[in-house]
Protein backbone atom coordinates (compact mmCIF):
# COMPACT_ATOMS: atom_id res chain seq x y z
CA UNK A 1 0.00 0.00 0.00
CA UNK A 2 2.44 2.30 -0.81
CA UNK A 3 1.53 6.20 -1.95
CA UNK A 4 3.67 5.72 -5.66
CA UNK A 5 1.40 2.56 -6.22
CA UNK A 6 -1.92 4.74 -5.12
CA UNK A 7 -1.69 7.39 -7.91
CA UNK A 8 -2.81 4.18 -10.35
CA UNK A 9 -4.81 1.84 -7.85
CA UNK A 10 -8.80 2.41 -9.38
CA UNK A 11 -11.37 1.66 -6.91
CA UNK A 12 -13.78 0.98 -8.92
CA UNK A 13 -11.98 -2.13 -10.26
CA UNK A 14 -13.25 -5.39 -9.00
CA UNK A 15 -9.81 -7.34 -8.65
CA UNK A 16 -8.59 -4.31 -6.96
CA UNK A 17 -11.19 -4.48 -4.27
CA UNK A 18 -10.77 -8.19 -3.80
CA UNK A 19 -6.79 -8.09 -3.22
CA UNK A 20 -8.61 -5.46 -0.56
CA UNK A 21 -10.68 -7.89 1.27
CA UNK A 22 -7.95 -10.38 1.05
CA UNK A 23 -5.98 -8.50 3.03
CA UNK A 24 -8.62 -7.62 5.60
CA UNK A 25 -9.04 -11.18 5.67
CA UNK A 26 -5.92 -11.97 6.62
CA UNK A 27 -5.13 -9.52 9.38
CA UNK A 28 -9.01 -10.81 10.67
CA UNK A 29 -6.56 -13.99 10.75
CA UNK A 30 -3.77 -12.77 13.02
CA UNK A 31 -3.78 -13.09 16.46
CA UNK A 32 -1.03 -11.88 19.18
CA UNK A 33 -0.30 -8.57 20.82
CA UNK A 34 -0.93 -5.96 18.27
CA UNK A 35 -4.52 -7.67 17.24
CA UNK A 36 -6.20 -4.18 18.28
CA UNK A 37 -4.05 -2.32 15.70
CA UNK A 38 -4.71 -5.19 13.02
CA UNK A 39 -8.38 -4.84 13.85
CA UNK A 40 -8.49 -1.63 12.66
CA UNK A 41 -6.03 -1.81 9.65
CA UNK A 42 -9.03 -4.42 8.66
CA UNK A 43 -12.24 -2.53 9.54
CA UNK A 44 -10.12 0.36 7.83
CA UNK A 45 -9.70 -1.83 4.61
CA UNK A 46 -13.19 -3.18 4.58
CA UNK A 47 -14.64 0.72 4.89
CA UNK A 48 -12.83 1.39 1.69
CA UNK A 49 -14.47 -1.40 -0.12
CA UNK A 50 -17.71 -0.31 1.11
CA UNK A 51 -17.34 3.42 -0.05
CA UNK A 52 -14.54 3.10 -2.41
CA UNK A 53 -13.39 6.49 -1.11
CA UNK A 54 -9.90 7.78 -1.69
CA UNK A 55 -9.98 9.10 1.64
CA UNK A 56 -10.74 5.77 3.18
CA UNK A 57 -8.04 4.05 1.27
CA UNK A 58 -5.43 6.74 2.27
CA UNK A 59 -6.70 6.57 5.66
CA UNK A 60 -6.17 2.70 5.48
CA UNK A 61 -2.90 3.19 3.79
CA UNK A 62 -1.26 5.67 7.02
CA UNK A 63 -3.18 2.58 8.91
CA UNK A 64 -1.35 -0.18 7.67
CA UNK A 65 1.65 1.97 7.63
CA UNK A 66 1.83 2.02 11.50
CA UNK A 67 1.57 -1.86 11.70
CA UNK A 68 5.49 -3.83 12.93
CA UNK A 69 7.37 -4.72 10.13
CA UNK A 70 7.48 -8.52 11.21
CA UNK A 71 3.25 -8.35 11.23
CA UNK A 72 3.07 -6.28 7.45
CA UNK A 73 5.39 -9.62 6.45
CA UNK A 74 3.48 -12.11 7.85
CA UNK A 75 0.59 -10.09 5.76
CA UNK A 76 2.55 -9.92 2.40
CA UNK A 77 3.21 -13.57 2.80
CA UNK A 78 -0.40 -15.10 4.02
CA UNK A 79 -2.22 -12.23 1.57
CA UNK A 80 -0.02 -13.61 -1.37
CA UNK A 81 -0.61 -17.06 -0.85
CA UNK A 82 -4.30 -16.26 -0.25
CA UNK A 83 -4.35 -14.33 -3.46
CA UNK A 84 -2.91 -17.50 -5.34
CA UNK A 85 -5.89 -20.04 -3.74
CA UNK A 86 -7.87 -17.67 -5.15
CA UNK A 87 -6.77 -17.57 -8.32
CA UNK A 88 -6.55 -21.32 -8.52
CA UNK A 89 -10.10 -21.56 -7.20
CA UNK A 90 -11.51 -18.92 -9.83
CA UNK A 91 -9.48 -21.30 -12.87
CA UNK A 92 -11.34 -24.87 -11.02
CA UNK A 93 -14.63 -22.96 -11.02
CA UNK A 94 -13.96 -21.51 -14.90
CA UNK A 95 -12.87 -25.14 -16.04
CA UNK A 96 -16.01 -26.49 -14.36
CA UNK A 97 -18.56 -24.09 -15.74
CA UNK A 98 -16.54 -24.42 -18.81
CA UNK A 99 -16.82 -28.53 -18.85
CA UNK A 100 -20.11 -28.63 -17.23
CA UNK A 101 -22.87 -30.47 -19.42
CA UNK A 102 -24.99 -27.81 -21.30
CA UNK A 103 -28.66 -29.00 -20.62
CA UNK A 104 -30.93 -28.69 -23.71
CA UNK A 105 -32.97 -25.47 -24.28
CA UNK A 106 -36.46 -26.37 -24.03
CA UNK A 107 -39.06 -24.23 -25.95
CA UNK A 108 -41.58 -24.00 -22.89
CA UNK A 109 -44.29 -22.90 -25.26
CA UNK A 110 -44.09 -26.12 -27.34
CA UNK A 111 -43.40 -28.58 -24.33
CA UNK A 112 -46.54 -27.11 -22.73
CA UNK A 113 -48.18 -28.31 -26.23
CA UNK A 114 -46.79 -31.88 -26.18
CA UNK A 115 -47.84 -32.34 -22.85
CA UNK A 116 -51.57 -31.38 -23.58
CA UNK A 117 -51.64 -32.76 -27.07
CA UNK A 118 -50.26 -36.46 -25.45
CA UNK A 119 -52.66 -36.10 -22.73
CA UNK A 120 -55.85 -35.36 -25.18
CA UNK A 121 -54.64 -38.38 -27.48
CA UNK A 122 -54.99 -40.95 -25.02
CA UNK A 123 -57.54 -43.38 -25.12
CA UNK A 124 -59.71 -43.31 -22.05
CA UNK A 125 -59.81 -46.22 -19.59
CA UNK A 126 -63.65 -46.97 -18.55
CA UNK A 127 -64.61 -49.51 -16.88
CA UNK A 128 -66.70 -52.13 -19.30
CA UNK A 129 -70.01 -51.70 -18.50
CA UNK A 130 -71.61 -54.65 -17.06
Not at 37 to 58: C, F, G
Not at 94 to 121: E, I, Y
Request: proline fraction near 5%.
Amino acid sequence: MGVSADLSLSLDDNRTLQAIGILADVLDGLSGPSVLDTVLVSKALRQVIATRSRPAYDFASRAFSTLEPDIKRQVAHDADVAAREAVELRGRVAGFLRDAPKRPVRDSGSSLLNALNTRTRRPSKREPDG
